[in-house]
């Protein structure tokens, strides 16, 4: 089978560390056009809309489509009506609804869609998921603590409305959790909203299963020194500690698994793997509970915040 022809939207630091290489030692991706207001891959045709690079390279077969998420239905619904699969970056779309239209209409042109969260595909969750399945779990603490002006800085778009402020990190969490435990349900949140911000810089959340398991999730911007990715259980079995985002896995103190990261990679073969199939893999339950968190957290505003 001849490799997929994929162009890129939106061509910033998130592409350069991540899809590029993942794509460059992905035999079934040939990378054929880039569109970004400002970046360009090197070699590659680069245009400066969706549209004039939808028009110009017609042999396009999928879109991986890289700019905020306030943007993104837009992009995606040109590439899913000209008939394009499409891979969408973490979080899918600014609001559910916008991601249940794209969905449809996937469905509608016979594409595929890809809802990516990359976390998932973290070396140790796997390992995670089957230690919890063969035990009772008790309780579970999220701790998901970094400094915005290290990750992101100057970037105005994660503090407006829709670009989720503390939930872009926090959902990398939330993917996680949706995956390797039962279902929750939000039963409390507070979100800590800078007075100068549209969105939150910290998040405190509280959840529950329809078995009474607690889950306490922790999520702050204003960490300084060494960056928290850390989901905890407390279990029949131990302690089991999820560390550095999912990477290193840990029961009792002991290590137990730890691999090379390796989650960008993993995302394409899943993207290459249903756009052969034929089908979408377009999972919101990460970003429900974030759109959960904007409905029944109480909003506690603290002093302004400034790069």
């Given at each position: 089978?001849?490799?997929?022809?994929?162009?890129?939207?939106?061509?910033?630091?998130?592409?350069?560390?991540?899809?590029?290489?993942?794509?460059?030692?992905?035999?079934?991706?040939?990378?054929?056009?880039?569109?970004?207001?400002?970046?360009?891959?090197?070699?590659?045709?680069?245009?400066?809309?969706?549209?004039?690079?939808?028009?110009?390279?017609?042999?396009?077969?999928?879109?991986?489509?890289?700019?905020?998420?306030?943007?993104?239905?837009?992009?995606?619904?040109?590439?899913?009506?000209?008939?394009?699969?499409?891979?969408?970056?973490?979080?899918?779309?600014?609001?559910?609804?916008?991601?249940?239209?794209?969905?449809?209409?996937?469905?509608?042109?016979?594409?595929?869609?890809?809802?990516?969260?990359?976390?998932?595909?973290?070396?140790?969750?796997?390992?995670?998921?089957?230690?919890?399945?063969?035990?009772?779990?008790?309780?579970?603490?999220?701790?998901?603590?970094?400094?915005?002006?290290?990750?992101?800085?100057?970037?105005?778009?994660?503090?407006?409305?829709?670009?989720?402020?503390?939930?872009?990190?926090?959902?990398?969490?939330?993917?996680?959790?949706?995956?390797?435990?039962?279902?929750?349900?939000?039963?409390?949140?507070?979100?800590?909203f800078p007075e100068n911000r549209d969105s939150p810089i910290a998040a405190d959340l509280h959840f529950r299963s329809g078995q009474g398991l607690p889950v306490h999730a922790e999520f702050d911007w204003r960490q300084t020194g060494k960056q928290s990715w850390d989901i905890v259980a407390e279990t029949d079995a131990g302690q089991m500690v999820l560390s550095e985002g999912g990477s290193k896995l840990s029961v009792n103190g002991e290590l137990t698994f730890?691999?090379?990261?390796?989650?960008?990679?993993?995302?394409?073969?899943?993207?290459?793997?249903?756009?052969?199939?034929?089908?979408?893999?377009?999972?919101?339950?990460?970003?429900?509970?974030?759109?959960?968190?904007?409905?029944?957290?109480?909003?506690?505003?603290?002093?302004?915040?400034?790069?």
């Amino acid at each position: 089978m001849s490799p997929i022809n994929l162009a890129i939207v939106g061509v910033g630091k998130i592409v350069r560390d991540q899809h590029l290489p993942s794509i460059a030692n992905n035999p079934d991706f040939k990378l054929v056009a880039t569109a970004s207001r400002h970046g360009t891959v090197e070699g590659i045709p680069a245009f400066t809309t969706i549209e004039a690079m939808l028009d110009a390279v017609p042999a396009i077969d999928a879109v991986s489509l890289c700019m905020p998420p306030q943007y993104r239905y837009e992009a995606a619904y040109k590439a899913l009506s000209a008939g394009k699969h499409v891979f969408l970056e973490k979080p899918p779309g600014a609001t559910l609804s916008e991601v249940a239209d794209l969905e449809n209409l996937a469905k509608t042109k016979g594409v595929s869609l890809f809802a990516s969260w990359h976390s998932r595909y973290a070396p140790a969750v796997e390992a995670a998921k089957a230690f919890l399945a063969d035990t009772t779990i008790r309780s579970v603490h999220v701790i998901w603590k970094e400094d915005v002006r290290h990750w992101h800085p100057n970037q105005e778009w994660i503090w407006q409305a829709g670009g989720l402020g503390v939930f872009d990190p926090g959902i990398n969490a939330l993917s996680i959790v949706t995956h390797i435990f039962p279902a929750l349900f939000l039963t409390g949140a507070t979100l800590e909203f800078p007075e100068n911000r549209d969105s939150p810089i910290a998040a405190d959340l509280h959840f529950r299963s329809g078995q009474g398991l607690p889950v306490h999730a922790e999520f702050d911007w204003r960490q300084t020194g060494k960056q928290s990715w850390d989901i905890v259980a407390e279990t029949d079995a131990g302690q089991m500690v999820l560390s550095e985002g999912g990477s290193k896995l840990s029961v009792n103190g002991e290590l137990t698994f730890s691999a090379p990261e390796a989650e960008y990679p993993s995302l394409y073969r899943r993207f290459a793997e249903i756009v052969k199939a034929g089908v979408s893999d377009v999972d919101v339950s990460p970003l429900r509970h974030v759109a959960d968190a904007f409905m029944l957290g109480k909003r506690k505003f603290v002093e302004a915040f400034h790069d």
